[in-house]
């Protein structure tokens, strides 16, 4: 595990200079509000600044807020979520290796459904397949949710599916931009990739013991990498504006409250409705498929009862994809 989580008392920091941000804050009033001295406050101040929050002033003339940051610090997001029980407690980190690694580490020892962990930037983001997942600081949403569902290991597949649809509700409606899901849980904005979802499950035969739902969205990246300008963009990009962090994690913790709740009352059946209605790659769309084996051309076909999607392959045989990756062929 790479840094430690942000200290409580800085993340109150950031919650007092937001709530008073039209005001200049005395030092030793914001040092007694957040039970620090006078020094931490300044310590914690050019911390914030070096992470681009804009603060006027000094410990002698007292601090206020310029702009409001958009970091994504616990005590601006848990208010706005109300008693849904994920995010009742997120864990916030600066820098972290990865957000899933240290999600597994806090299931393993016992951290309760619901709980968040995330990230302003991450050393080691982990994709599908093994790949990295690009994190730049302050731009991107990096999120693990910790989830303990009493389902067996052939619901991971829905759960899976269930994650995407929450984030493109989240996003659709954060950014009024044209989302689509690439399946299983890719979202895309004009083809290209805005947001991915790596789910990490601990489970043995018969029963589910913790999954973790990984998230990472491009949100205000003003450029991609030259390796991924091809495949991936971000929100700013293609909304050619820049989008609330905070907004768009509330959003999107408050869509997984919502569609987990279906998924476990409802079973499958909604989630799978609402994922092919959102999706247009569930069916009749022309795909490149990639397993670990093979690779070959197909049309999609709709999802099975339990989330696996269905392909035509050129021969006229028809199977199930379990894992996988798929790509639109352009005809
Ligand atoms: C994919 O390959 O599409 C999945 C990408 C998942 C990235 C997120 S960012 C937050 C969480 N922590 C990680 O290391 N990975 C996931």
Redesign the pocket.
């Given at each position: 595990m790479s840094a430690a989580a942000t200290d409580r008392r800085m993340d109150k920091l950031i919650s007092v200079l937001v709530k008073n941000a039209t005001v200049v804050l005395p030092g030793p009033k914001i040092a007694s509000q957040i039970g620090v001295t006078r020094s931490t406050v300044w310590n914690y101040v050019g911390k914030l600044r070096a992470l681009g929050v804009d603060i006027q002033g000094h410990t002698s003339s007292g601090y206020q807020l310029r702009t409001l940051p958009d970091i994504l610090a616990p005590s601006l997001i848990q208010p706005e979520l109300g008693d849904n029980e994920i995010g009742h407690k997120i864990i916030h980190y600066f820098r972290i290796d990865?957000?899933?690694?240290t999600a597994l580490a806090l299931a393993t020892d016992g951290a309760g459904e619901g709980t968040v962990v995330v990230a302003e930037e991450?050393t080691?983001?982990?994709?599908?397949?093994g790949?990295k997942?690009y994190?730049e600081k302050s731009s991107g949403i990096?999120?693990?949710v910790i989830l303990r569902p009493k389902l067996s290991p052939a619901a991971a597949p829905a759960l899976t599916l269930m994650a995407g649809v929450a984030a493109h509700r989240a996003l659709s409606a954060a950014t009024g931009l044209a989302v689509d899901i690439r399946w299983p849980n890719?979202l895309l904005v004009n083809g290209k990739?805005v947001c991915?979802?790596?789910t990490e499950m601990n489970a043995e035969l018969g029963r589910l013991h913790h999954v973790v739902l990984?998230?990472?969205v491009n949100v205000n990246n003003k450029t991609m990498p030259s390796e991924l300008g091809a495949i991936a963009t971000s929100l700013r990009l293609e909304g050619k504006r820049s989008f609330s962090r905070a907004q768009i994690l509330v959003s999107l913790l408050k869509e997984l409250e919502r569609c987990y709740a279906m998924l476990k009352t409802e079973g499958n059946a909604p989630v799978l409705r609402a994922w092919a209605k959102a999706s247009s790659y569930a069916e009749g769309k022309a795909v490149r498929v990639r397993t670990s084996d093979e690779d070959f051309q197909a049309v999609t076909a709709g999802l099975d009862p339990t989330g696996m999607l269905r392909i035509r392959r050129e021969d006229g045989r028809e199977e199930l994809l379990v894992s996988g990756e798929i790509t639109e062929v352009k005809r």
């Open positions: 990865s957000t899933n690694s991450q080691s983001g982990r994709g599908r397949f790949r997942w994190s990096y999120v693990s890719d990739k991915g979802i790596l990984g998230i990472g």
